[in-house]
């Protein structure tokens, strides 16, 4: 089974400047998605970033950027010129589009970052 | 654009009560699927439906059933609620997995409190 793991339960940046969010994950597949979904205080989870497995160019999303490493498993999301609406929970999430059984679909989510925004 | 609508958007329980939790989605999404989230845990599936008739166990599904009479909605159901159902609970839909643009889209969650 998928695991995904994010080891940094907390982190803070100061406004306008650039943070990283790290992201590990386990799998033996080749084939499959990775997803960034922020949630804020709100809980509305918002799809922030996503990267197809087999597309070796890091996405981009006008702030929000990936460092997608497929050898070493790892998926960290960067935000340069961070706002106050920035301040979240970020959840790392996998999604296979091979998986059968209990796991069809299956969006398999790390354990959340929460990042401070400091003005 | 609507989207998921989820409701309600708070609910507390008494142990043994039943309730539903509603979702509905606009965007003739064939994929939906119930998770749950708890601290420190991400989110959790419980269950999915690949299309209207068919739903299928997650990796959590005990104490809740699901049906999908419709394309558009997919309620939850807890029978008996126990206090270790306190979560918060997110009802999300996507295009069929294996396709391309396959994020999930979610509702706004529902905050449960089972007492």
């Known amino acids: 089974a998928q695991t995904v793991t994010q080891s940094q339960p907390e982190m803070s940046v100061q406004e306008a400047e650039t943070v990283t969010l790290s992201c590990t994950y386990d799998t033996s597949e080749s084939d499959y998605y990775l997803f960034w979904y922020k949630q804020p205080p709100s809980r509305q989870m918002i799809l922030v970033i996503r990267q197809e497995a087999y597309k070796q160019q890091n996405a981009t999303e006008n702030r929000f950027s990936v460092n997608f490493q497929k050898a070493a498993k790892s998926f960290s999301l960067k935000i340069s010129d961070s706002q106050l609406g920035d301040a979240a929970m970020y959840f790392c999430a996998y999604r296979s589009p091979n998986a059968g059984g209990t796991s069809y679909g299956k969006l398999t989510f790390g354990q959340g970052t929460i990042l401070t925004v400091h003005p | 654009n609507a989207g998921v609508t989820q409701t309600p958007k708070f609910q507390v329980l008494k142990t043994g009560q039943s309730m539903t939790l509603q979702c509905a989605q606009d965007m003739n999404h064939e994929y939906m699927s119930w998770y749950r989230q708890d601290p420190g845990m991400g989110l959790r599936l419980i269950h999915y439906?690949?299309?209207?008739?068919?739903?299928d166990q997650g990796e959590v599904p005990n104490g809740y059933n699901v049906s999908r009479s419709t394309t558009e909605d997919f309620p939850l159901r807890l029978l008996s609620a126990a206090p270790s159902q306190t979560s918060v609970y997110f009802c999300a839909s996507s295009l069929t997995p294996g396709q391309m643009n396959t994020e999930a889209f979610f509702g706004q969650g529902t905050r449960l409190t089972v007492v």
């Open positions: 439906s690949v299309g209207a008739g068919i739903t």
